[in-house]
């Protein structure tokens, strides 16, 4: 066979291929670069509220501990790479978690974090976007807290969503670009 044959019939293969157009996602699957600019606009806007909600110079006990990642999570690159779901569903815990501390009428009702109200609910916002693309219901009932411990409670939440945020941030970002984790990506 000639090359020119040849490279004429490479050419027909393309182009037939390309007329079908790149693979669409199944129903069922994540857009996980939705999640990444989801999870990277959560992250901005919880450095911004983090540098903003003054911290009181109080010590408080918080009885309920905080959803968070742990490492028996499997965050990291190579355990995502075989099986995403024991993250995700923690991740899931988290940003149902944070959408109702966040909530219009969670923490951030009180008088003590009223300077940060619309900032916290724009959060919640961005929680629930990124609980909807993930495929999960949105519940629409806050957090309580007690009265005493609103001041505490404000600077904690977004400590620890601002902590969260950077962890969602870069397992979304890993999840959506689909690069396989090379020796230079040291495990924390």
Request: aromatic share 8%; with cysteine.
């Amino acid at each position: 066979m000639s090359s020119s044959l040849l490279l004429a019939l490479c050419v027909w293969f393309l182009a037939l291929f390309g007329a079908f157009g790149a693979p669409t996602r199944a129903a069922g699957d994540v857009n996980y670069t939705q999640c990444k600019v989801l999870s990277v606009k959560l992250n901005a806007m919880a450095r911004d509220l983090y540098h903003k909600v003054e911290s009181k110079k109080m010590a408080v006990i918080i009885d309920e501990p905080p959803v968070s990642i742990r490492p028996i999570d499997t965050c990291d690159p190579w355990s995502l790479q075989s099986n995403k779901e024991t993250c995700q569903s923690r991740i899931i815990l988290a940003l149902k978690n944070y959408t109702r501390i966040f909530h219009k009428d969670g923490v951030f009702i009180s008088d003590a974090c009223s300077n940060w109200r619309e900032q916290a609910n724009e959060i919640a916002e961005v929680t629930g976007d990124l609980l909807r693309v993930l495929k999960e219901p949105v519940e629409d009932a806050p957090l309580d807290s007690v009265n005493w411990h609103d001041s505490a409670l404000c600077r904690d939440s977004v400590e620890r969503l601002y902590s969260f945020s950077i962890i969602s941030a870069r397992v979304f970002s890993f999840l959506a670009s689909r690069v396989a984790p090379t020796a230079e990506m040291k495990q924390c």
